[in-house]
């Protein structure tokens, strides 16, 4: 059973929105940092958002401030991600990830989804 299994990624043009989710199962992760990496071609991986397991702090990776937003919602084991004015550099496979540290970019996330696909057309 995959604990964390991100949908809502696609195909979308430059300067237009998608909306990312993630559904915990196998247990609930209301007491855990949650957060977003992506991975694009021939790059690492990069921290792109996180939240802590209240929802009160947020941190932002510098590229996506003011256009990404990470929500939760712990009771029903979810979290979100919000992107708007989409460019071809967030194209990437964007993952959801947990951790019982701070939802800081150094985490540890030691809890990952599969990734989900994110395609940004120019």
């Known amino acids: 059973q995959v604990p964390l299994v991100e949908s809502g990624g696609g195909l979308v043009q430059a300067g237009g929105s998608l909306r990312l989710s993630c559904a915990a199962s196998?247990?609930?992760?209301?007491?855990?940092?949650m957060g977003w990496f992506r991975q694009a071609p021939g790059k690492e991986r990069e921290f792109v958002a996180g939240?802590?397991?209240?929802?009160?702090?947020?941190f932002y990776a510098d590229s996506v401030k003011g256009r990404f937003t990470i929500s939760r919602d712990n009771a029903k084991n979810t979290v979100t991600l919000q992107m708007n004015s989409l460019n071809a550099g967030d194209t990437a496979v964007y993952y959801c990830?947990?951790?019982?540290?701070?939802?800081?970019?150094?985490?540890?996330?030691?809890?990952w989804g599969q990734g989900t696909q994110v395609t940004v057309s120019s």
């Open positions: 196998g247990r609930t992760y209301s007491s855990y940092a």
């Open positions: 939240i802590s397991w209240s929802g009160g702090t947020t």
């Open positions: 990830v947990a951790s019982l540290s701070a939802p800081t970019p150094s985490g540890p996330y030691h809890v």
